[in-house]
């Protein structure tokens, strides 16, 4: 996916520490401006879910990559 707009290097620093803290996301990786999310294998739980739409919602990402994950 398209990696979000940072304003600061802090900025990109809390944007994928959060990503990182969410349990379902076992990866991270910033291309330039793509963004590489791999989650871990097995059902995301509603918490890690909430998480992460409340994360790309925070920085205007396209939800419609999580329409297809199933909260468990």
Do not use: N
């Amino acid at each position: 996916m398209r990696a979000p707009m940072y304003h600061s290097a802090g900025d990109e620093a809390a944007f994928l520490g959060w990503l990182k803290r969410i349990r379902a996301v076992s990866a991270v990786q910033s291309r330039g401006r793509d963004l590489h999310i791999q989650l871990r294998a097995g059902a995301v739980s509603r918490d890690e879910l909430q998480e992460l739409r409340a994360c790309f919602h925070r920085y205007a990402l396209d939800t419609s990559a999580l329409e297809g994950l199933r909260a468990r």
